[in-house]
């Protein structure tokens, strides 16, 4: 099949700081089992335009995050010759394809987003929500239509933004024709890989709150952080029951052990769920059950931190793969755009255009 045919997918993150292990399991992963596929094209960004709706004060967090996130996506094994990895700020084509989709969409729409609406309440913006902020499940439209994407592999949270996207994509062909494409989203399959919690069992990983594992951390931040992990309160002595369904090392383990790993690392049991069961009963000690996810992570992470010391040794390679992947991305969204402009018939002087529509609106009269 030519290599134009394949289907797209398209993805992104903000770079406010370096990715974490909910990263690697809520879509990372998917995506560079999706790119080592070989049946898509894939273009993966770096979205410091979007990052800026909410930290326009900040710029120097971004920009230190953007060669930390490009780190982490080669850690992971993204990789240059098969994806465009590219910097959203450097495709001035999609500020454009915002402003033009910025048209289509209400500004009751956009309030009733619900990813938006929880974001507003969780930064607190009360009654000053930038604008830029506000806007910018129409800006990520611009994103993936721009590339054409059927495809996004994402986190559950961002169902509501593809949701609005195809919304906008509707819209726009209705009025101008079939133009643009619609995607949909491909979520992690595991339940517990959706929203990874913090070390400290609530709902969300920040730094702030330092209740993250880094793919950067060393083995020994890692350790420290694993063996300070949050279990099940009540279970005190290793022979009472313990409570396994909201115990955060079980929710890691669910996410990212496989029965080979148990069978490696805890060859008594052989598989997770006879574990759990163990667990539940009584018996199974915290120390245990938390060197064995220490064990785990570290075989997941020990590949990705030597891929990324080796880049870490050849940043000027790190570099060139950014400019090359920017330029690729700048000329595949500029296809798009002039298409969009030749649907809504703003090309005015291609083809005469102009001269066309003056002669048409005379002879109408
Ligand atoms: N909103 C995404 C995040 O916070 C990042 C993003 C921007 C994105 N544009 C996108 C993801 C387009 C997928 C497709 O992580």
Do not use: W
């Amino acid at each position: 099949m030519d290599k134009k045919e394949k289907p797209v997918f398209v993805t992104g993150d903000r770079p406010t700081g370096k990715l974490h292990i909910g990263h690697l399991v809520g879509s990372l992963k998917t995506r560079v089992e999706m790119q080592d596929s070989g049946k898509y094209q894939s273009y993966i960004f770096i979205a410091d335009m979007q990052a800026l709706t909410d930290n326009a004060k900040n710029p120097e967090k971004i920009r230190e995050s953007i060669m930390e996130v490009a780190l982490d996506y080669l850690s992971v094994g993204v990789d240059p010759q098969k994806s465009t990895i590219f910097i959203q700020s450097q495709v001035p084509q999609l500020n454009e394809l915002t402003v033009i989709f910025l048209n289509l969409v209400t500004l009751s729409r956009l309030q009733r987003n619900p990813t938006v609406k929880n974001e507003i309440k969780e930064k607190g913006f009360k009654d000053s929500i930038p604008v830029g902020f506000l806007v910018y499940p129409i800006s990520q439209t611009a994103d993936t239509t721009a590339f054409n994407a059927t495809l996004l592999p994402v986190g559950e949270d961002q169902n509501p933004m593809t949701e609005q996207g195809r919304e906008i994509v509707r819209t726009f062909n209705a009025i101008y024709g079939d133009t643009l494409v619609e995607s949909t989203n491909v979520l992690p399959n595991k339940k517990d890989s959706m929203r990874l919690p913090g070390t400290d069992g609530k709902a969300k990983m920040s730094k702030s709150m330092n209740n993250c594992i880094y793919l950067s951390d060393t083995p020994e931040e890692i350790k420290t952080k694993v063996m300070g992990m949050f279990t099940d309160p009540n279970h005190i002595k290793v022979e009472m029951p313990g409570e396994t369904e909201n115990n955060t090392v079980f929710v890691y383990l669910r996410a990212l052990a496989t029965d080979e790993d148990i069978r490696q690392f805890a060859p008594e049991f052989e598989t997770l769920k006879s574990l759990e069961n163990q667990y539940r009963k009584g018996g199974v000690g915290d120390v245990k059950i938390k060197k064995l996810l220490l064990s785990i992570i570290e075989k997941i992470l020990t590949p990705i931190r030597e891929k990324r010391h080796y880049y870490e040794e050849h940043i000027d390679e790190v570099i060139k793969i950014l400019e090359d992947g920017c330029e690729k991305a700048r000329s595949v969204a500029q296809e798009t755009l002039s298409k969009v402009r030749k649907a809504m018939g703003i090309e005015y002087f291609k083809d005469n255009a102009l001269k066309k529509y003056y002669l048409e609106t005379k002879k109408n009269k």
